[in-house]
C-alpha cells in the first residue's frame, strides 16, 4: 500500500504552495510584460531610423539565445500549421516565432530560430505528426524549402 505523507503543519504547506503558484503566475505576467516592451521599443528604433538612418539610437537587444520553456516551440509549430491555409517552410514558421518572442528579426536571429524549429519538424515527422508536401518553386538564393504541414490521417 501506498503511504500518504503526513504533515504535522498542513496549513504552512498549503499556504507555500499558494505562494509558489502566485508567484509562478506573477513571474509569467513580467515575462509577457518585457516580451510587449522588447518589441515596442524595436519598433520606435525602426520608426526612427525610418526618418533618420543616421540617428543615434539606443537598441533593446534581448538575447536571442535563450531557452524555449519545454514544448513550447513545439506547440507553436503544431498550432501555426493547423491554422495555416497551406504547408509552410521552416523559414517561414522561424520567421513568425522570431516575431511571436519578440526578437529583432535580423538574419542570425531567424537563422537560429530555423536550426531550432527545423529540429522540433524533424522530431514530429519521426512521431507521425508531421508530413514533408514537396518544396517551394518560388524561393531566395538559398532554396529550395521543404513544404510541411500536419499528417493527414
Same mark, same amino acid.
Given at each position: 500500500m501506498e503511504q500518504e505523507t503526513v504533515f504535522d503543519r498542513e496549513l504552512t504547506v498549503?499556504?507555500?504552495i499558494a505562494k509558489q503558484r502566485e508567484l509562478s503566475l506573477a513571474l509569467?505576467?513580467?515575462r509577457e510584460a518585457v516580451?510587449?516592451?522588447t518589441l515596442h521599443l524595436y519598433h520606435i528604433s525602426e520608426a526612427i531610423l525610418i526618418l533618420d538612418p543616421k540617428a543615434s539610437i539606443v537598441r533593446s537587444k534581448p538575447n536571442n539565445h535563450n531557452r524555449a520553456k519545454?514544448? +513550447?516551440i513545439k506547440r507553436?509549430?503544431?498550432n501555426t500549421l493547423r491554422e +495555416? +491555409?497551406?504547408?509552410?517552410t521552416s523559414r517561414q514558421l522561424a520567421?513568425?516565432?522570431t516575431h511571436e518572442c519578440g526578437y529583432e528579426p535580423n538574419e542570425t536571429t531567424i537563422n537560429a530560430m530555423r536550426r531550432r524549429i527545423s529540429s522540433c519538424i524533424k522530431a514530429s515527422v519521426n512521431q507521425g505528426l508531421l508530413e514533408d508536401v514537396g518544396q517551394t518553386t518560388d524561393h531566395d538564393a538559398n532554396g529550395p524549402y521543404k513544404l510541411w504541414r500536419i499528417q493527414s490521417s
Open positions: 498549503a499556504g507555500l509569467e505576467e513580467h516580451k510587449r516592451l519545454k514544448g +513550447s507553436f509549430v503544431l +495555416s +491555409s497551406g504547408p509552410m520567421e513568425l516565432w
